[in-house]
């Protein structure tokens, strides 16, 4: 594997050098202080915050680096002055420590893990979207020369943040990530940000609005079946409490339509938008926080989407006005189901004039598989499992901002920097191409990332004509450039010929009992494809064909 990672290794080095980017080496242990400065800090370690963190002799708190953005614009707003200097693209390749919730799969979701990261600076916008671009066709190079597929998806930039982010993913059944894809392949993005079109809703006409009795008819599945409605023609309303990274509560009444499903993480990023800060956590209420936070009593089950503000009043701790939200899918619906913040009623045929306070709409839910692109509407999407191996992001201004990295324009003018992101997990590439490339005997390695081009296998190590054919064959590759290994351990054949498929290398030539005659078998590991050859041309079959596939 270490063989692996560093022909990974080199093939980013090349590519990234090519475009100009200079390699260097960060600190992996960081100070609290310029984390803090981000507003990182607790979002990282508090709860469930993936930073190791620490307190040393001097009472001091540091964390061992799952990323680095605070560390390489501190060093930015400390060597950077001039718009002279810009643009600049500075990249490391380093284990990194995150305190994963389900690590898994040793190398695909570890607590430690090899990852290159790069950061580029801009003076305006126009240059760091011209990098972002040519960063994104580097990407493309390296995948390609490793040998792997991927699906480039638009992304959620998550706790990294950012204007506009783009993922690649190895698509791998044991993958983490749903990614919904158009048949065309003009549109791809993770589950986490995907829009499609929603199925169309169940008709309910315009009436006057009723109030009607719903005992014990709190779920969406209940009052359906209880009151013949089509999930669909019902606003479902979830109240939420948002952690501030200023450690208040804020809560949330959203609205969506029935047969949806909410997306946290679009959740979040509206919150993140409306309060101008970000958010470290979300709460569903459910009846045993109504005392905890000295809440009045709230109908759960029952709740409309006008439920007032004074439900909030007696609340420790916690912001006395709702931020309302209501999701394309409800916002659409000219009559429709709702509660009426009533135990054991249901407000009929209502619709959104009735309420003073509207709602902000939003689009807070989660798109599936076989609905509609909103590309082409003819365009069905199709869902796959995604293993994610690179990131890559128009940070903008955020962290230079907050940590005073600033430069002088060309007006003499000082400005915030401009910053880009751009990270490739090293060791889960590796691991990604197992997953994608495997079959039953074991790893079917790409050729340019395999530990070894070919294995050289004496079948009988005891038997002098084997073991000088394959000696004399395993040097002819060295000298002519191949990477080549030699199997010469005293095992029986079956026993190697095992091993060699297990490893996964991509050619064997086997040196067994037609070592006599001067023929050796060459076969190839992934089709299994088996010739007997002469030991000459043998080898210039084989050197052939690596050379053309490298």
């Known amino acids: 594997m270490l063989r692996v990672l560093k022909k990974i290794t080199c093939i980013i080095q090349e590519e990234l050098n090519a475009k100009g980017c200079l390699e260097t080496l960060l600190p992996q242990l960081h100070p609290s202080e310029i984390w803090q400065q981000t507003g990182r800090w607790n979002g990282y370690t508090a709860g469930e915050g993936i930073m190791f963190h620490l307190t040393d002799r001097q009472g001091k708190e540091l964390g061992l680096g799952p990323t680095h953005e605070e560390v390489i614009t501190k060093l930015a707003a400390e060597t950077i002055r001039s718009y002279k200097q810009l643009p600049i693209n500075i990249y ?15 190398l695909m979701r570890s607590r430690e893990f090899i990852m290159k990261d790069a950061y580029s600076f801009h003076s305006n916008e126009k240059d760091l979207k011209k990098t972002y671009l040519e960063m994104n066709d580097a990407y493309q190079n390296i995948f390609k020369r490793c040998g792997i597929e991927t699906v480039s998806v638009d992304a959620d930039s998550g706790a990294i943040g950012g204007a506009e982010s783009r993922e690649f993913m190895v698509t791998a059944e044991a993958g983490e990530d749903l990614i919904l894809i158009s048949p065309d392949k003009k549109y791809a993005a993770n589950q986490e940000k995907a829009v499609s079109k929603a199925r169309e809703a169940s008709f309910l006409p315009k009436k006057p609005v009723e109030i009607r009795e719903t005992i014990d008819q709190k779920s969406i599945e209940l009052l359906c079946e209880k009151q013949g409605f089509d999930p669909s023609q019902i606003i479902k309303v979830i109240l939420i409490l948002a952690m501030t990274e200023s450690n208040e509560l804020q809560p949330v ?48 089950g029952f709740i409309g989407p006008d439920l007032s503000n004074s439900f909030l009043v007696k609340a420790k701790n916690i912001r006395k006005k709702f931020i309302r939200f209501a999701d394309h899918t409800a916002a659409n619906l000219e009559s429709f189901v709702c509660g009426a913040n009533k135990l054991n009623q249901h407000k009929v045929f209502a619709n959104w004039s009735l309420f003073d306070e509207k709602p902000e709409v939003v689009d807070i839910r989660t798109a599936q598989a076989g609905e509609r692109s909103t590309h082409d509407i003819n365009q069905m999407l199709i869902e796959k499992r995604g293993i994610e191996i690179g990131h890559i992001f128009q940070l903008g201004c955020k962290y230079s901002k907050s940590l005073g990295a600033t430069f002088t324009n060309d007006l003499g003018i000082e400005e915030p920097l401009w910053m880009g992101c751009y990270g490739i997990g090293v060791s889960r590439l590796a691991q990604a191409a197992v997953e994608q490339s495997h079959d039953n005997s074991g790893i079917i390695w790409p050729l340019a990332i395999a530990p070894f081009e070919i294995v050289v296998i004496i079948a009988n190590i005891k038997d002098e004509i084997q073991k000088k054919l394959g000696e004399t064959i395993y040097q002819e590759l060295v000298e002519s450039g191949i990477d080549a290994l030699i199997d010469d351990r005293d095992e029986r ?35 299994g494809n088996t010739k007997l050859l002469d030991t000459k041309q043998a080898i210039d079959d084989v050197i052939t064909e690596i050379s053309r596939s490298k």
């Open 493 to 527: 054949a079956g026993v190697k010929f095992k091993d060699a498929d297990l490893i996964g290398i991509p050619w064997k030539i086997i040196a067994g009992r037609d070592s006599k005659a001067n023929k050796v078998e060459l076969r190839e590991r992934g089709s």
């Open 92 to 106: 490391q390749i380093q284990t990194k420590f995150r305190d994963e919730i389900r690590p898994r799969f040793g």
């Open 253 to 300: 009444l959203i609205s969506i339509r029935g047969d949806q499903e909410l997306n946290e993480v679009k959740v979040i990023n509206e919150i993140s938008k409306h309060l101008k800060q970000s958010i470290l956590s979300l709460k569903l209420i459910d009846k045993g926080d109504l005392e905890s936070y000295s809440l009045n009593e709230i109908p759960i």
